[in-house]
C-alpha cells in the first residue's frame, strides 16, 4: 500500500526566498513519485516526477526534487521564490504495477508568497 | 492541441439524485482516471479505464461507476447522492496504462 505524507499544510515565504516543501511516503515496493502544482478553480499540473535513475529530478519553473530512499522522502525545492509560485502544491505516489495513473496524494501544502 | 476537456464545469443536484460526469481525453489517450477531491484535501483514486476495461478502482461504494467508449472518453456515474459527494472530480488521461497524467480542469459538484 502506499501513501504521503506532507509537513506543513501552510508554507510562507518572502520572493526570492528558498522554497521547500517536505514529503514523505510509504511503500511496499519501490514507488514512482510526483509533485503537482493547482492553482485556484483550476485541475493538476505536473511539476517533476521520478520514476527510475537520477535521484535528482528537475522540472518546470526552476522546481526540482530528491529521492532519498533511505529517508523515504522527495522534499520539493525552489532556490528563489516568485509571486507567481503561490498555489498548492500536491505530492503523490504510485505503484509501477499500477501505473502513473494510481496515484495517492498527499493533503497539500498551500505555498504563499510574501512580496 | 485540447487538453483533457470535462463537462460540465458545475453542476448542483439535490441528494438522492444521480449525477453523470463526463470527460474527453487528449486526442490520442487511451487511458483515462477518476479522481474526487474534497474541500481541503487531496484527490483521492476513483477509477481507471485503460482500453475500455477497468484497471482499477480506488476505496468509494458501488454508488461510483465509470465507463470507458470505443472513442477513449469516459462517464462517471454516481447513484443516491449524499451531502459528503460534493466535490471537485478531476479527469485525468494518458497515452498508455502506465504514463504521465494529464489533468483536466474537473467539475465542482456540490449536493444540496
Known amino acids: 500500500a502506499q501513501s504521503v505524507t506532507q509537513l506543513g499544510s501552510h508554507v510562507s515565504v518572502s520572493e526570492g526566498a528558498l522554497v521547500l516543501l517536505r514529503c514523505n511516503y510509504s511503500?511496499?515496493?519501490?514507488?514512482?513519485l510526483f509533485w503537482y502544482v493547482q492553482y485556484p478553480n483550476q485541475g493538476l499540473q505536473l511539476l517533476l516526477k521520478y520514476t527510475t535513475g537520477a535521484t535528482l529530478v528537475k522540472g518546470i519553473n526552476g522546481f526540482e526534487a530528491e529521492f532519498k530512499k533511505s529517508e523515504t522522502s522527495f522534499h520539493l525545492t525552489k532556490p528563489s521564490a516568485h509571486m507567481s509560485d503561490a498555489a498548492e502544491y500536491f505530492c503523490?505516489?504510485?505503484?509501477?504495477?499500477?501505473?502513473?495513473?494510481?496515484?495517492?496524494f498527499g493533503t497539500g501544502t498551500r505555498l504563499t508568497v510574501i512580496p | 492541441d485540447a487538453g483533457v476537456t470535462q463537462s460540465p464545469t458545475h453542476l448542483i443536484k439535490t441528494r438522492g439524485q444521480h449525477v453523470t460526469l463526463r470527460c474527453s481525453p487528449i486526442?490520442?489517450?487511451?487511458?483515462v482516471s477518476w479522481y474526487q477531491q474534497v474541500l481541503g484535501q487531496g484527490p483521492q483514486f476513483i477509477f481507471q479505464?485503460?482500453?475500455?476495461?477497468?484497471?482499477g478502482r480506488g476505496n468509494f461504494p458501488d454508488r461510483f461507476s465509470a465507463r470507458q467508449f470505443p472513442n477513449y472518453s469516459s462517464e462517471l456515474n454516481v447513484n443516491a447522492l449524499l451531502l459528503g459527494d460534493s466535490a471537485l472530480y478531476l479527469c485525468a488521461s494518458s497515452l498508455e496504462d502506465n504514463t504521465e497524467a494529464f489533468f483536466g480542469q474537473g467539475t465542482r459538484l456540490t449536493v444540496v
Open positions: 479505464y485503460y482500453e475500455k476495461e477497468e484497471r
Open positions: 503523490a505516489v504510485s505503484d509501477p504495477e499500477a501505473g502513473a495513473n494510481n496515484l495517492f
Open positions: 486526442s490520442g489517450h487511451k487511458s
Open positions: 511503500s511496499s515496493v519501490p514507488p514512482y
